[in-house]
């Protein structure tokens, strides 16, 4: 029997099945640059985020085995299969430390991988991103791939005929969901999605303090046809996550405009 219908089951458990639209909250920061602020307490910072109508969470393995939850409203669970360090000789250099069969055990409704396209390792990372691929579809597994065009041929991180050529290399080696940088403007981005058969999300990427900014950056992603967002540090580093979960919220499932979003942050409750 086919385990893709696991596979459409388990993605309605992080996208949501009346809009198509996804907020995930990655919290894999902890390997790359260890316990920054908002993740110290992974189990309150969960809570909070599904408080304010988060889809999913990422992370990985920690992220289940300590921030596990006794109590709160349900939310996705996505398992991050890379990793690197900041303190590596090539921090863009990713490596596989977890299994798709792993992360089965472990209740996961999805798995990501992170993928930076012109890296030095670039062959490497591909050949993992189409080796777990192959492993989700066997198990019936949601993919996220996180692609990122980040090396010496790479003109910027937000370049849109990079950006663009990452997200259809995860469709085209069989990722469901892909997470990119914004490129700037709804015009280049509509391109990117254009190009890609696969729902695409954006990277909430920096901490950045003008929030109307940010509002309007989700904002103008999902008019250009963008699937949502992975907000992280711009969620678990704000003074009220669950708040700024709901203001996003409303943007991605309720078409919001962002002054309605800005006002639902800015309002006390």
């Not at 089951?9 to 902890?30: A, F, K, Q, S, W």
């Not at 596989?96 to 055990?105: A, F, G, P, Q």
């Not at 990452?166 to 990117?192: M, N, Q």
Request: contains cysteine.
């Amino acid at each position: 029997m086919s385990a893709m219908p696991g596979k459409f089951i388990r993605l309605e458990r992080i996208i949501n099945r009346e809009t198509g639209r996804t907020v995930i909250v990655p919290m894999d920061h902890g390997v790359t640059v260890g316990p920054i602020p908002g993740i110290e307490n992974m189990r309150d910072m969960v809570n909070a985020v599904a408080e304010g109508g988060a889809n999913a969470v990422l992370g990985h393995l920690g992220l289940p085995l300590h921030g596990h939850r006794r109590h709160g409203k349900d939310i996705g669970l996505i398992l991050h299969l890379s990793g690197s360090t900041v303190w590596s000789p090539d921090p863009n250099a990713k490596v596989l430390v977890n299994t798709v069969e792993n992360s089965l055990k472990f209740g996961a409704d999805g798995v990501s991988v992170h993928i930076n396209i012109g890296a030095e390792n670039e062959a490497l990372m591909l050949q993992d991103l189409g080796k777990v691929a192959v492993k989700c579809m066997e198990w019936g597994m949601p993919l996220v791939a996180m692609m990122y065009a980040r090396g010496n041929k790479i003109k910027a991180e937000n370049d849109p005929e990079g950006v663009r050529h990452a997200a259809r290399i995860a469709a085209e080696l069989g990722a469901d969901l892909v997470k990119v940088t914004y490129t700037g403007s709804p015009k280049s981005f509509a391109k990117v999605v254009d190009g890609c058969p696969i729902p695409v999300v954006i990277a909430g990427g920096e901490k950045i303090t003008d929030e109307k900014m940010l509002l309007k950056i989700i904002k103008d992603s999902l008019e250009a046809g963008g699937s949502g967002v992975a907000v992280g540090r711009n969620a678990f580093g704000h003074a009220n996550p669950a708040r700024m979960m709901r203001a996003i919220c409303a943007l991605v499932h309720e078409n919001a405009s962002v002054d309605k979003a800005l006002k639902i942050l800015r309002t006390r409750r």
